[in-house]
């Protein structure tokens, strides 16, 4: 999708190791968010930002942790990684009326 | 706390028949709403929103949405289905004060020829 980029496509991680997923944006908009997918679900908020240094939890932190040192720049670490946090993760920006308007194509993160 | 129900799991229509999804919702004002379309394998893209004004909101490939306040719904349409239009479809209601959506598990279309 234009405007939102995400790095690795696809990743497994052994559990217990650490691993930061990428998203950067050409959109210059201030509004950024990192959602999970687990089969069959919708998506669910791990975290957001509204603005470069700002960033605020959503309905599912635990395990996650975030950065937002640029505007273009909200990377997602995940520490300790745990079985339970085998997902598609989906970096989206904020546009009108800052909701989540444009995402990336995912990251597919497995942990066995 | 908002909510959104999308009560058909799973939705199959013949090609070139009408199509409505449903989605239901909880918010205490009035709210942003959304509808999303996910192809397999790929991200989330934004077919229309209601942020205020008109009811009957117009989005691209063909698809409308109706704001019905009273019905606490919002329910996608489309008045004739291609077979490109199978995938999954997501409402999503926005915080108004947040800028944080909530999305329904979404409804999977599938298209018969």
């Known amino acids: 999708n234009a405007g939102v980029t995400q790095t690795p496509k696809f990743r497994i991680l052994k559990i217990g190791q650490s691993m930061t997923l990428q998203c950067t944006q050409d959109?210059?908009?201030?509004?950024m968010y990192w959602y999970r997918q687990d089969p069959g679900m919708g998506l669910k908020l791990i975290y957001y930002s509204v603005g470069a240094g700002i960033t605020d939890k959503g309905e599912v932190p635990n395990g996650y942790n975030v950065s937002r040192s640029t505007t273009e720049d909200f990377p997602l670490r995940l520490e300790l990684a745990a079985p339970s946090q085998t997902s598609v993760y989906f970096c989206?920006?904020?546009?009108?009326?800052?909701?989540?308007?444009?995402f990336g194509d995912g990251t597919r993160l497995s942990i066995l | 706390a908002q909510s959104v129900t999308q009560p058909d799991i799973h939705i199959t229509v013949s090609e070139g028949a009408s199509l409505e999804l449903r989605c239901n919702y909880s918010?205490?004002?009035?709210?942003?709403l959304f509808w999303y379309v996910q192809s397999p394998g790929q991200g989330l893209q934004l077919l229309l929103k209601y942020f205020s004004g008109d009811t009957l909101v117009q989005g691209i490939k063909g698809f409308e949405a109706e704001f019905k306040r009273s019905q606490s719904s919002f329910n996608l349409r489309k008045p004739s289905v291609h077979w490109s239009d199978a995938a999954e479809y997501f409402c999503a209601v926005g915080d108004t004060n947040a800028g944080k959506s909530t999305f329904g598990d979404g409804t999977t279309l599938t298209v018969k020829p």
């Open positions: 918010y205490g004002a009035t709210p942003y």
């Open positions: 959109m210059n908009h201030n509004y």
């Open positions: 989206a920006i904020g546009t009108a009326n800052n909701q989540p308007q444009h």
